[in-house]
């Protein structure tokens, strides 16, 4: 069972997201997109992304974002400073500064029990909660920490950032 056990605010800087942009036609067979996450593990798209640096606030971790517009887009990447080049073969969009909610989802991976439908409700429940509200067409990003997200506690669980932007208000 996953639990949200912490959600604060953190003020994002204008940034850059680089990578590659896929949308529904890009799904699995299970309707997930881990074959593309596969395909970067393979052929190393993330090595070349780590050696433009970062951006702090990001702590180096790798992205998975998600946002609707006039269609569904999901991208693997990283958060990059404004006006990083981008490296040939690669995407980007700027996206402008903002609040973001932070969740930390604490569940197993190995079930792929903190993916999904039910911990994106429980988060927006908890932004509810807090009083905050969700900007239109928001970036959704799970954010995967080292080694928050990579390292297992005693029972097999870790700790899946959840973000989203939210309104300035």
């Known amino acids: 069972?996953?639990?949200?056990?912490?959600?604060?605010?953190?003020?994002?800087?204008?940034?850059?997201?680089?990578?590659?942009?896929?949308?529904?036609?890009?799904?699995?067979?299970?309707?997930?997109?881990?074959?593309?996450?596969?395909?970067?593990?393979?052929?190393?798209?993330?090595?070349?992304?780590?050696?433009?640096?970062?951006?702090?606030?990001?702590?180096?971790?790798?992205?998975?974002?998600?946002r609707c517009t006039d269609e569904f887009e999901y991208w693997i990447g990283m958060f990059f400073p404004e006006q990083t080049p981008v490296p040939e073969d690669?995407?980007?969009?700027?996206?402008?500064?903002?609040?973001?909610?932070?969740?930390?989802?604490y569940g197993r991976e190995d079930n792929g029990e903190i993916y999904g439908q039910e911990p994106h409700d429980i988060c927006m429940s908890k932004i509810k909660d807090e009083g905050w509200k969700v900007e239109n067409n928001a970036w959704v990003f799970e954010r995967y920490n080292c080694p928050r997200f990579t390292t297992p506690d005693e029972n097999g669980k870790i700790i899946l950032d959840y973000c989203i932007y939210l309104r300035d208000e």
Do not use: H, Q
Request: proline share 4%.
């Open 1 to 66: 069972m996953v639990e949200i056990i912490k959600i604060y605010k953190e003020k994002f800087p204008s940034l850059r997201l680089i990578g590659k942009r896929y949308t529904d036609k890009d799904r699995d067979s299970f309707g997930s997109f881990s074959n593309k996450w596969n395909e970067w593990f393979e052929k190393g798209y993330f090595k070349t992304l780590e050696e433009l640096g970062s951006l702090p606030e990001n702590e180096g971790a790798y992205l998975g974002c998600m």
């Open 90 to 105: 690669y995407m980007y969009v700027d996206i402008p500064s903002g609040y973001v909610g932070i969740c930390w989802i």
